[in-house]
């Protein structure tokens, strides 16, 4: 389980940065299309999905294939195979935890992202209201991984949220900006 603590806190935070600016983009994109609740939802769902799928999959190949590699090179230096014991079993669960938490990191963060979105569906929120939920949730979710970076580096944990928080705010800038193209 060499570094699988460290290697999960990043994946986990940069993998959910991913998906809460990810869903961010397509809200603010989806809202200026005048996209319904269920347009959002199933894209939202969509990217939500693929993120998750990706994650784990290329998490669980890389991380094999680093920790594979890094046991033949111990394997050479002691003279012994390696295949049957503790090391080979634990770097094998260290990538596939890995990979499950590289891939749910992004899936869920964008996933809470949408759940206005079936409010705004049944109608019990209106459009603009679920709108306005969902990017005070993806807010939120920014600001709790600054929080959770600032506590991980033992330093401010509000100066770290607020050293977050301008990525979040330049998406949904650049991503309004494509409302000028909307009357072309």
């Known amino acids: 389980m060499a570094e699988g603590e460290r290697i999960l806190r990043r994946y986990f935070v940069m993998n959910g940065f991913d998906g809460a600016l990810t869903a961010l983009g397509i809200i603010i994109g989806g809202y200026i299309a005048k996209a319904s609740p269920i347009t959002l939802i199933l894209a939202g769902l969509?990217?939500?999905?693929a993120m998750g799928v990706s994650g784990t999959w290329i998490a669980y190949l890389?991380?094999?294939a680093e920790r594979t590699r890094d046991i033949k090179e111990l394997e050479e230096h002691m003279v012994a195979d390696l295949n049957n014991t503790r090391i080979a079993k634990a770097n094998l669960w260290t990538s596939l935890i890995i990979s499950?938490?590289?891939g749910l990191s992004p899936f869920l963060f964008s996933f809470l992202s949408i759940v206005p979105f079936f409010f705004a569906h049944v109608e019990w929120l209106v459009m603009r209201t679920a709108f306005i939920i969902s990017v005070v949730v993806i807010f939120i979710e920014v600001v709790i991984l600054g929080l959770f970076l600032g506590a991980v580096s033992k330093e401010n944990k509000i100066i770290y949220a607020l050293k977050i928080i301008p990525a979040a705010l330049?998406?949904?800038?650049?991503?309004f900006l494509l409302e000028l193209f909307t009357d072309i």
Not at 46 to 49: D, E, K, N, R
Not at 170 to 175: C, D, E, S
Request: overall charge negative; proline content about 0%; charged content about 20%.
């Open 62 to 64: 890389t991380e094999r």
């Open 170 to 175: 330049l998406v949904a800038g650049l991503t």
């Open 46 to 49: 969509g990217a939500s999905i």
């Open 100 to 102: 499950i938490v590289d």
